[in-house]
């Protein structure tokens, strides 16, 4: 077998948390592909980025550090777009770092917001194992019984944009069923991954947590991809086999990106009466997001986020959109 045989205590993203510790591994030149364990360089111009490591916490890569992540797509409204070339990555090419989890590919656009994770690195080759099969996520993906279902109730968090209090709204709703003795699971659906917002939900009580890795996914981009309902359905099949009373599933994003449409319309077949709470950031994304989820014949129960931040706000949002409104992150 050909190959660079790589450190034991090489640097290791999020994105491949699933992938087991131990065991010899090694670098080949070969197209990077989606899900695939990869090697990547920091380019030795660089300047240090920060990304979120397999434990969770932020790791800091400095010029000429050796680390593994995953070649994948990323359409955020907020941050980077970018994505994979049509034959992969190429060796010794160079792409970019496009999430804290450690999604890397062509770099297409950045915002004045991106983060600290965006860098240039250089593509070293695949990762295998002692018998040459390159590793990727896929492989160690959660393994479901399908048609086992325990009828928990859902919960369904969705949003006009990010940063609007999704996850803000999934935890103050957490807590209550926690605190009226309900156990209780937390799906992170669509967008990109990220351990930390797992493991938020955790420390706050959640039984089991997932996201798109635990199916194969480094994320849930591009927009129209083929198969993705695969994917959603292997998600809700496993949340929903898990004996809870209650299932929490969040959707990265706004309601249009990231296969959000897809993963809805799964969802509406499985819980018809899902309650929803849409977070939007003000009165007339509020009234948007309830005109669009009325289409899709999933009537909104709550609304929150910046758009409840005051009296006058809440009002009008309230009086517009003919549903309550509630800020929980003060209530």
Same mark, same amino acid.
């Given at each position: ?24 591994? !090694? ?14 360089? /920091? ?5 240090? =980025?920060? +990304? ?5 916490? #932020?790791?800091? /890569?400095?010029?000429? %550090?050796?680390? /593994?992540?995953?070649?994948? @797509? ?15 990555? =190429? ?25 600290? !994770?965006? $860098?240039?690195?250089?593509? /070293? ?24 279902? @325990? ?18 709204? $999934? ?13 209780? +699971? ?27 890795? %635990? ?13 993705? $309902?695969?994917?959603?359905? !292997? ?8 004996? #809870?009373?209650? +299932? ?16 809805? &319309?799964?969802?509406? @077949?499985?819980?018809?009466?899902? &309650? ?8 007339? $994304?509020?009234?948007?997001?309830? @005109?669009?989820?009325?289409?899709? &014949? ?34």
């Amino acid at each position: 077998m050909g190959g660079k045989t790589l450190a034991a205590d090489i640097k290791r993203t999020s994105v491949l948390r699933r992938l087991p510790p131990g065991g010899t591994l !090694h670098c080949r030149e070969a197209p990077g592909t989606e899900g695939s364990v990869c090697a990547f360089e /920091l380019a030795p111009d660089a300047s240090p =980025i920060v +990304v979120e490591a397999v434990s969770g916490r #932020a790791m800091t /890569l400095v010029p000429r %550090d050796v680390f /593994l992540a995953t070649p994948g @797509h990323r359409e955020s409204t907020r941050w980077v777009v970018g994505g994979i070339p049509k034959r992969g990555l =190429i060796p010794r090419k160079n792409y970019w770092v496009l999430s804290e989890s450690g999604v890397v590919g062509d770099l297409v656009a950045g915002t004045p917001l991106t983060k600290s !994770h965006l $860098g240039r690195v250089k593509y /070293l080759g695949a990762v295998c194992r002692d018998n040459d099969q390159i590793l990727n996520i896929r492989q160690f993906a959660v393994r479901t019984v399908r048609g086992l279902d @325990h009828g928990a109730a859902v919960y369904l968090f969705v949003g006009t944009s990010a940063e609007v209090g999704k996850s803000t709204a $999934g935890i103050a709703v957490l807590r209550a069923l926690l605190d009226n003795g309900h156990s209780v +699971v937390a799906l992170k659906a669509t967008g990109t991954s990220g351990l930390s917002e797992i493991v938020k939900y955790q420390d706050f009580g959640a039984a089991q947590v997932f996201d798109c890795v %635990d199916f194969g996914l480094p994320t849930t981009y591009p927009s129209n991809r083929a198969g993705i $309902g695969r994917a959603f359905d !292997h998600a809700l099949d496993t949340c929903l086999s898990i004996a #809870a009373d209650a +299932v929490l599933i969040e959707c990265g994003g706004d309601m249009l990106g990231a296969n959000v449409p897809v993963f809805l &319309k799964r969802l509406k @077949h499985r819980r018809p009466r899902a &309650k929803v709470i849409l977070a939007a950031a003000d009165a007339l $994304g509020a009234l948007s997001g309830t @005109h669009l989820l009325r289409k899709m &014949k999933l009537p909104v129960s709550m609304i929150t986020g910046p758009c409840t931040d005051t009296p006058t706000l809440s009002k009008r949002t309230q009086k517009l959109c003919g549903i309550p409104a509630l800020n929980m992150l003060r209530n």
